[in-house]
């Protein structure tokens, strides 16, 4: 070819790179054109799908919150309350109507459907015993009722007072607005999405009924209400309805082409770049031929030339091939590695040509081998043959490891055995290639040949699972922790007031409450605390009474008295749960005013009642109040009663009834629970403040925990150093061991408190150990340390280390 018809492979490459990216930009923008119209009706439509979603979402929080209303201002009634005239009740309810623009009116009916106030103090003294509303009310606790007038709906409610009293809201079409107003800014809304709400009967309780047009060219969406906790499904329906997006226009725009032209411009720089590179190997041989001394060579010195080059590109590819072989061979190595130390053969499985390799050993080795599913299969029984396809098919579908225990047929006289295989799924569609099945088998020992595969798996879940829950619960303990440590600080400070006081009991005792459920899913995950064990009694029941207040009791009062300093008692915490919930519902049954709880210590030098053994104690006391003279009959016996009982008798816990609430007088039981002899802390010895101060060495990970401990422990008017690992408090220990005391955290990293607890003993055996954990976390080995259960409350933090300042004086 002549030298003037000579393309550059630089441009050409070029050229050819741009021509492919305006192609794909072309077909790309048509794509997008094409599916535009869809795209923006798609659009449209979860828009309004999500907004109808969320309006009938908020509907049911209003209804929780009218049924919350409904309470409150019942209670601010005070209908059992006979100081009260009817007048001023209506008066305190048309106040409290003024501060609820959502509420139309609002009516208090007695028991014998007497209405006994009103918003509008008009109508007192009518019966109401035979509307739609009471009734409903007295049967189901909360209604949605038919409303009157101008309103949007009305709720009834029975209210847990002894007069069986009944509270009737009307609400108006403004409850619905605040509701659509916090859905518009929550999800940003433009004014063409418009809302409806309609009854169970069809008529419209808010917005214009628009919604739900036939128009083709809008985007229309609905979602009922599912109720409140308290408030059984009204039935209601939401729909919204919005304008439709149209289709983009087929023909780009100018940002559009601008990017296009820019896209092909970088494709053919990056094609006249890569064209450069290829040939420059091609202009150096060249040069080399014309810088030659002599004739130009021939064609076959020219052919010669090529053949000696791809000679040494072929003996290039030859190394590159065999540096590769011989990785396959490491890798090989190590698989084989791995069978002979785990005691597990590797399985390959092609699902589709259902061929599978593995490696096995003979005489001459280890070697891999290839063959049929079928030859596999046949070495086990005929009955497990579609366990090994669901298994295969089950792990194809999911990314998780599938257990399933096969039983081999035993030939060649060989006993049958069972055989543990692990099938996981893969892809190699990265690559190109089908899908595969990996698989790990292994002869299971004859001491778990009857353990199923699905045994195996479920212990492996829930050993994970139990370390999740520990993570979660130590991180919710670390933040409970750092709550009330700066709760008790701001309790000692001087100058609070008697509302700010009781604000920051209130959330003490929430935190304590935190504390109770930490320990409580702790105790549902491993399985514990149903029979021995050890329990906090305060701690349990400052977490169950205003449970059982809300949800037993009805709202009765609920009374715990239970002093400081009480030991722990060997009980499980789950076992005392459910035995003092028998109790109140017993309580509940025969109708008795309250509920109230005890404790007091019964030392080892006294005498135990009920034929126990000697020992100390804790003498839980649990009475009901005496019932009104006009109460109904209670019903003769009680199951629940029996039940704690039964309970109680099969751990060997003490258990008497003094009086069982019938025939007129109140309830008393006592329960004796054995005391543990190493949790009870030591009272402080009496002396001057400044001998009671320690110098302490604070070991924890997390800064802000740690932080606040020290804060704590500096209100208290002890010295603090702060370490943050183990590491770091023994290089404190090594400049100066003028330590006290030293608190630790179990669960730091590298090295655990237990672990630097053993190392301080050993080296500097006056220092008393402290290890901080959430209760059960500790080992057995821990129990010769003091330990301090997270979170813990203000008192037991200065409990004991009252009680470790005479000690270390000692020392």
């Not at 295969?392 to 998780?400: C, G, I, T, V, Y």
């Not at 290639?433 to 212990?459: F, K, T, W």
């Amino acid at each position: 070819m002549p030298d003037s018809l000579r393309i550059p492979l630089k441009l050409l490459n070029a050229a050819q790179l741009a021509g492919i990216a305006a192609a794909a930009f072309g077909a790309a923008w048509l794509g997008l054109a094409a599916s535009g119209g869809r795209g923006g009706g798609d659009e449209a439509q979860r828009l309004v799908l999500t907004a109808s979603r969320t309006f009938a979402e908020a509907v049911d929080e209003g209804l929780a919150a009218a049924t919350a209303d409904a309470r409150g201002v019942a209670l601010l009634l005070r209908p059992d309350e006979h100081a009260l005239s009817d007048a001023e009740r209506s008066a305190m309810l048309r106040d409290w109507l003024a501060l609820k623009p959502a509420y139309g009116g609002a009516t208090l009916a007695g028991g014998d459907g007497r209405v006994r106030a009103t918003g509008d103090g008009r109508g007192i003294g009518a019966d109401q015993s035979r509307q739609g509303w009471f009734l409903r009310a007295r049967e189901a606790g909360a209604v949605v009722a038919a409303p009157g007038g101008g309103d949007a709906f009305a709720l009834g409610l029975a209210l847990p007072a002894p007069g069986a009293e009944r509270m009737l809201l009307r609400a108006t079409p403004a409850f619905f607005a605040e509701i659509e107003a916090r859905v518009r800014r929550a999800l940003d809304l433009p004014d063409a999405v418009a809302f409806t709400v309609t009854g169970a009967d069809g008529r419209v309780l808010a917005g214009a009924g628009h919604a739900g047009s036939a128009e083709a060219s809008r985007a229309q969406a609905a979602a009922p209400t599912r109720g409140a906790r308290d408030l059984a499904n009204p039935g209601w329906l939401v729909s919204a309805e919005g304008p439709a997006v149209a289709a983009p226009s087929l023909v780009p725009g100018p940002r559009a082409l601008g990017f296009g032209l820019v896209l092909v411009l970088v494709a053919g720089g990056i094609g006249y770049g890569l064209g450069a590179r290829a040939a420059r190997p091609l202009a150096r041989l060249a040069e080399e031929a014309e810088a030659g001394e002599g004739p130009p060579a021939s064609p076959v010195e020219e052919i010669d030339r090529l053949t000696h080059s791809v000679a040494g590109r072929d003996r290039r590819s030859g190394a590159l091939l065999a540096s590769a072989g011989t990785g396959l061979d490491r890798i090989r190595g190590r698989l084989r590695s791995f069978e002979s130390m785990s005691g597990w053969t590797c399985w390959e499985i092609d699902p589709e040509t259902r061929q599978i390799l593995w490696s096995d050993r003979d005489a001459a080795g280890a070697s891999d081998r290839a063959g049929a599913l079928a030859d596999l299969a046949a070495r086990f029984d005929p009955e497990d043959h579609p366990l090994i396809d669901l298994t295969m098919r089950a792990a194809l579908a999911s990314d998780e490891p599938h257990d399933v225990v096969l039983r081999t047929r035993g030939l060649g006289g060989a006993p049958p055995r069972r055989v543990l295989m692990r099938f996981l799924g893969g892809s190699d569609a990265s690559v190109g290639g089908p899908p595969r099945v990996h698989a790990l088998s292994r002869e299971l020992p004859e001491d778990d040949a009857s353990d199923p595969a699905h045994g195996l798996n479920e212990r492996r879940r829930n050993a994970v699972l139990r370390r999740v829950t520990d993570g979660i619960v130590h991180d919710f303990n670390d933040v409970l922790t750092i709550v009330l440590a700066n709760l008790g600080v701001l309790r000692r400070r001087p100058g609070l007031d008697a509302e700010q006081a009781r604000l920051v009991e209130g959330a003490i005792a929430g935190g304590l409450r935190g504390a109770a459920l930490t320990r409580r899913m702790l105790s549902l995950v491993r399985g514990a605390g149903d029979g021995p064990g050890e329990c906090d009694l305060a701690g349990t029941l400052a977490a169950l009474l205003p449970f059982l207040q809300a949800n037993v009791m009805r709202g009765a009062p609920t009374i715990e008295r239970v002093p400081a300093g009480l030991p722990r008692i060997l009980c499980g915490e789950r076992l005392l749960e459910v035995v003092l919930l028998n109790v109140a519902v017993h309580v509940r049954d025969l109708g008795l005013p309250g509920f109230a709880v005890g404790a007091a210590a019964h030392g080892a030098d006294e005498p135990p009642a009920l034929g126990l053994p000697a020992g100390s104690y804790v003498r839980l006391l649990l009475a009901g109040g005496r019932p009104p003279a006009d109460a109904p009959p209670p019903s003769p016996g009680s199951a629940a009663l029996e039940t704690a009982a039964r309970l109680l008798a099969e751990h060997d816990i003490g258990w008497q009834v003094v009086s069982d609430g019938t025939d007129g007088a109140s309830f008393l039981a006592e329960i004796w629970l054995p005391a543990a002899p190493h949790a009870a802390l030591p009272a402080p010895a009496p002396a001057a403040a400044d001998a009671r101060r320690l110098r302490i060495l604070l070991v924890e990970s997390d800064g802000l925990v740690r932080a606040s401990l020290a804060e704590a422990l500096a209100d208290l008017g002890h010295t603090v150093v702060q370490a943050g690992s183990g590491g770091h408090a023994l290089a404190l220990l090594a400049e100066n061991a003028a330590y006290d005391a030293m608190i630790a955290d179990q669960a730091m990293p590298v090295m655990t408190g237990l672990q630097l607890a053993a190392t301080v003993v050993e080296r500097h055996p006056g220092i008393r150990v402290v290890l901080a954990s959430p209760h059960g976390r500790l080992p057995a080995s821990a129990r010769q340390f003091l330990q301090l259960d997270k979170p813990f409350r203000p008192e037991e933090l200065e409990t004991l280390l009252g009680g470790l300042a005479p000690q270390a004086r000692a020392a």
